[in-house]
């Protein structure tokens, strides 16, 4: 239900006429929410124009983890990664949404084998078996794109290459029930399920996230989750899916720099991350 009219000038600050603007896309949710039976915030679909936007930071962000790709190898540091990812970044008119985001000191997150997320780039030197995490989220535009991988260094133990290739399955697993009135809980339990079925476990005190606007926006996405609960997914909304899974317990503690995440056993953990669009049937992978 509307009180504005087709020719009233639309809610959003556009300033154009509302049947040019958000008409057809606020019937189209409150057509939903009669399905539903609750109200769905108006912002959680993101307009074409955005989207092209978003697109566009979420392919400079797969770009950078290419070249990190092309780079990486035993005996650099993470340091070394940082500047690489701070370079690339703003020579592509882009810039690197980790620096100073609530204090981050970094232009990217390093995470090394037990560390879950949010790792610091120091100078500690990358060594032969190490699984290592870049985690890169830049803004072009003032659009965000969010993305994170896995790299193996030298010869690793088979847990850790097992380890590292489950948590991928994990991401492509949940990135498979995206589609249109499929829930948040519906991505929460493919991957739960895939990894407890071999004897990992999902960290529960970090998720994936709305982006695109901002770095972090609503919806929280949980990697737990039962069929059917949570948010609807609806098309145009973009969040990321970034599944952490560790050998021992989900249990995560924060070191004294307050952003270094690490599994509270010493066990290893490894994520992927990608952001995702929800089409009209199904799921884009923006990054
Ligand atoms: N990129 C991370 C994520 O996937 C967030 C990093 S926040 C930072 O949500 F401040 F540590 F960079
Ligand atoms: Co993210
Ligand atoms: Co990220």
């Keep these: 239900m509307s009180i504005l009219s087709r020719n009233d ?9 509302y049947k040019k603007c958000h008409m057809e896309q606020d019937i189209f949710i409150s057509n939903i929410e009669q399905k539903v039976g609750y109200k769905i915030p108006r912002d959680i679909m993101k307009t074409e124009e955005q989207i092209d936007g978003i697109r566009k930071s979420c392919k400079l962000t797969h770009e950078i983890l290419d070249m990190v790709g092309e780079r990486i190898k035993v005996g650099v540091t993470t340091n070394e990664i940082n500047t690489w990812v701070h370079e690339y970044t703003v020579e592509h008119n882009a810039y690197p949404a980790p620096l100073g985001y609530g204090g981050f000191p970094k232009s990217v997150c390093t995470s090394i084998n037990d560390v879950i997320c949010h790792g610091i780039p120091d100078d500690t030197v ?3 078996g190490d699984i290592v995490n870049v985690d890169v989220t830049c803004i072009l535009d003032g659009y965000y794109g969010d993305a994170n991988r896995m790299f193996i260094m030298g010869e690793a133990s088979k847990e850790a290459i097992d380890l590292v290739r489950v948590s991928k399955e994990c991401l492509d697993l949940g990135i498979q029930q995206v589609k249109p009135y499929n829930t948040l809980g519906d991505i929460g339990n493919a991957i739960q399920q895939h990894a407890e079925s071999l004897g990992y476990s999902v960290v529960y005190d970090y998720g994936g996230h709305g982006v695109g606007l901002e770095f972090h926006e ?16 609806l098309p145009n909304m973009t969040f990321t899916i970034e599944p952490m899974i560790n050998i021992g317990s989900p249990e995560a503690d924060v070191l004294e720099d307050d952003w270094t995440a690490v599994t509270i056993d010493g066990s290893l953990s490894s994520q992927w991350e990608h952001t ?7 799921y884009e992978i923006l990054t």
Aim: hydrophobic share 30%; with cysteine; glycine share 18%.
């Design 126 to 128: 990358l060594k032969d």
């Design 276 to 282: 995702i669009r929800v089409t009209e049937t199904g």
């Design 218 to 233: 609503e919806p929280f996405v949980p990697h737990i989750g039962k069929k059917g609960e949570g948010t609807i997914l």
């Design 9 to 17: 000038i639309c809610w959003c600050g556009s300033g154009k006429k």
